[in-house]
């Protein structure tokens, strides 16, 4: 499955950077304050909210990136399409649909919550812990990507055989496998039996 890679003539030179606080909450999700972002992820970890996004094409591909090699966190690793941290007080829905739109240019033409999952997922990489409130959201996306090269190195469809491979070939973001599996259920009512995920 060719990839499409990231170049400079993608790049916005307004580019939205990632929220530095972050959100916040409890074991419930209930917001409980705010901290900066760096701090947020560094060991033990505090429990912030944040999101992920999975969006398919018509044909039933999941849509993943590999991050981008300057990013502090996870870089030049693979994860789906989308994932990021809502500012403090923003919805995670309205954050998912701007971050995605940011990141890759497009904008979903269906959105829709997959539930929550939390976890704790160190990066033995970095050394920085992902302790995360995340919302999850699946949806179509029916354009090409345009992605911004800050943040994303390439992007690719995918079928789950697809997927399989390349998790199987290639680094993934530690909480990746996590968030699909959260999401899986609302992945199935979306793509239909067939789409084998």
């Not at 919302?135 to 992007?155: K, R």
Request: charged share 20%; net charge negative; hydrophobic share 35%.
């Amino acid at each position: 499955m060719p990839t499409t890679p990231v170049t400079a003539a993608n790049s916005s030179s307004n580019s939205v950077q990632e929220a530095i606080m972050l959100e916040l909450v409890d074991e419930n999700g209930n917001t409980v304050g705010t901290a900066e972002k760096l701090s947020a992820h560094q060991a033990p970890g505090r429990l912030h909210r944040a999101f992920s996004v999975f969006l398919f094409d018509e044909q039933g591909r999941l849509l993943i990136q590999r991050r981008a090699l300057g990013k502090y966190h996870s870089p030049g690793v693979w994860s789906n399409t989308c994932c990021g941290h809502p500012y403090p007080g923003e919805a995670p829905f309205a954050a998912a649909a701007r971050r995605t739109h940011e990141e890759l240019g497009i904008s979903p033409s269906l959105l829709a919550e997959a539930g929550t999952v939390r976890y704790n997922h160190p990066d033995p990489d970095s050394g920085l812990v992902e302790q995360e409130y995340n919302h999850l959201y699946v949806g179509l996306a029916q354009s090409s990507p345009d992605p911004d090269p800050e943040e994303v190195g390439e992007t690719v469809f995918v079928t789950p055989a697809e997927l399989s491979r390349r998790h199987d070939e290639a680094p993934f973001s530690v909480w990746f496998t996590t968030v699909l599996d959260a999401a899986r259920p609302a992945i199935r009512e979306l793509t239909g039996p067939a789409g084998g995920w």
